[in-house]
Nanobody, 115 residues
Framework: QVQLVESGGGLVQAGGSLRLSCAASGSISSFNAMGWYRQAPGKQRELVAILTTAGIITYADSVKGRFTISRDNAKNTLYLQMSSLKPEDTAVYYC?????????WGQGTQVTVTS
Protein backbone atom coordinates (compact mmCIF):
# COMPACT_ATOMS: atom_id res chain seq x y z
CA GLN A 1 0.00 0.00 0.00
CA VAL A 2 1.36 3.40 -1.00
CA GLN A 3 0.40 6.53 0.87
CA LEU A 4 0.94 9.99 -0.56
CA VAL A 5 0.67 13.21 1.41
CA GLU A 6 0.74 16.57 -0.36
CA SER A 7 1.65 19.88 1.21
CA GLY A 8 2.62 23.38 0.18
CA GLY A 9 -0.61 24.69 -1.27
CA GLY A 10 -2.00 28.06 -0.37
CA LEU A 11 -3.13 31.47 -1.51
CA VAL A 12 -0.82 33.47 -3.76
CA GLN A 13 -1.09 36.50 -6.02
CA ALA A 14 -0.74 36.18 -9.76
CA GLY A 15 2.93 36.12 -10.73
CA GLY A 16 3.91 34.48 -7.47
CA SER A 17 5.42 31.09 -6.73
CA LEU A 18 4.66 28.03 -4.67
CA ARG A 19 6.36 24.70 -4.18
CA LEU A 20 4.25 21.62 -3.62
CA SER A 21 5.61 18.53 -1.94
CA CYS A 22 4.38 14.96 -1.98
CA ALA A 23 5.77 12.67 0.68
CA ALA A 24 5.44 8.99 -0.16
CA SER A 25 5.55 5.90 1.98
CA GLY A 26 8.07 3.48 0.60
CA SER A 27 10.87 3.99 -1.87
CA ILE A 28 9.81 6.23 -4.75
CA SER A 29 12.71 4.95 -6.83
CA SER A 30 10.70 1.75 -7.20
CA PHE A 31 7.65 3.54 -8.59
CA ASN A 32 7.09 3.41 -12.34
CA ALA A 33 6.15 7.07 -12.43
CA MET A 34 4.99 9.91 -10.24
CA GLY A 35 3.14 13.00 -11.24
CA TRP A 36 0.95 15.94 -10.40
CA TYR A 37 -2.62 16.42 -11.52
CA ARG A 38 -5.08 19.20 -10.81
CA GLN A 39 -8.79 19.66 -10.74
CA ALA A 40 -10.49 23.04 -10.92
CA PRO A 41 -14.12 23.51 -9.86
CA GLY A 42 -16.48 22.13 -12.49
CA LYS A 43 -13.66 20.65 -14.54
CA GLN A 44 -12.13 17.23 -14.99
CA ARG A 45 -8.87 16.28 -13.37
CA GLU A 46 -5.97 16.98 -15.72
CA LEU A 47 -2.32 16.10 -15.93
CA VAL A 48 0.10 18.83 -14.88
CA ALA A 49 3.42 17.01 -14.99
CA ILE A 50 4.73 13.47 -14.81
CA LEU A 51 8.17 12.04 -14.13
CA THR A 52 9.09 8.44 -14.88
CA THR A 53 11.82 6.45 -13.19
CA ALA A 54 13.71 6.64 -16.49
CA GLY A 55 13.80 10.40 -16.04
CA ILE A 56 11.30 11.23 -18.76
CA ILE A 57 9.30 14.35 -17.95
CA THR A 58 6.08 15.48 -19.55
CA TYR A 59 4.34 18.78 -18.88
CA ALA A 60 0.92 20.05 -19.83
CA ASP A 61 1.26 22.76 -22.45
CA SER A 62 -0.40 25.23 -20.09
CA VAL A 63 2.42 24.97 -17.53
CA LYS A 64 5.49 24.50 -19.71
CA GLY A 65 8.20 26.97 -18.82
CA ARG A 66 6.52 27.86 -15.53
CA PHE A 67 6.36 24.62 -13.54
CA THR A 68 9.16 22.19 -12.73
CA ILE A 69 8.69 18.65 -11.43
CA SER A 70 11.47 16.97 -9.50
CA ARG A 71 12.05 14.29 -6.91
CA ASP A 72 14.36 13.51 -4.05
CA ASN A 73 14.72 9.74 -3.79
CA ALA A 74 16.52 9.98 -0.45
CA LYS A 75 13.54 11.81 1.03
CA ASN A 76 10.92 9.83 -0.92
CA THR A 77 9.42 13.13 -1.95
CA LEU A 78 8.11 14.54 -5.21
CA TYR A 79 8.05 18.29 -5.81
CA LEU A 80 6.31 20.73 -8.09
CA GLN A 81 7.87 24.17 -8.28
CA MET A 82 5.30 26.58 -9.66
CA SER A 83 6.29 30.04 -10.85
CA SER A 84 4.55 32.86 -12.69
CA LEU A 85 1.28 31.58 -11.34
CA LYS A 86 -1.94 32.61 -13.04
CA PRO A 87 -5.52 32.68 -11.75
CA GLU A 88 -6.30 29.79 -14.11
CA ASP A 89 -3.83 27.66 -12.14
CA THR A 90 -6.31 27.68 -9.26
CA ALA A 91 -7.22 24.09 -8.47
CA VAL A 92 -6.78 21.22 -6.08
CA TYR A 93 -3.45 19.61 -6.89
CA TYR A 94 -3.08 15.86 -6.48
CA CYS A 95 0.00 13.71 -6.30
CA UNK A 96 -0.10 10.42 -8.20
CA UNK A 97 2.11 7.36 -8.16
CA UNK A 98 2.08 4.29 -10.36
CA UNK A 99 3.38 1.18 -8.65
CA UNK A 100 2.92 -2.45 -9.59
CA UNK A 101 0.11 -1.71 -12.04
CA UNK A 102 -1.85 0.35 -9.53
CA UNK A 103 -2.42 4.06 -9.29
CA UNK A 104 -2.29 5.82 -5.95
CA TRP A 105 -3.50 9.31 -5.10
CA GLY A 106 -2.95 11.79 -2.33
CA GLN A 107 -5.71 13.76 -0.68
CA GLY A 108 -4.91 16.93 -2.62
CA THR A 109 -3.77 20.41 -1.70
CA GLN A 110 -5.57 23.61 -2.66
CA VAL A 111 -3.79 26.25 -4.71
CA THR A 112 -5.58 29.55 -5.15
CA VAL A 113 -4.14 32.30 -7.33
CA THR A 114 -5.67 35.76 -7.07
CA SER A 115 -5.50 38.42 -9.75
Amino acid sequence: QVQLVESGGGLVQAGGSLRLSCAASGSISSFNAMGWYRQAPGKQRELVAILTTAGIITYADSVKGRFTISRDNAKNTLYLQMSSLKPEDTAVYYCNANYRLRAYWGQGTQVTVTS
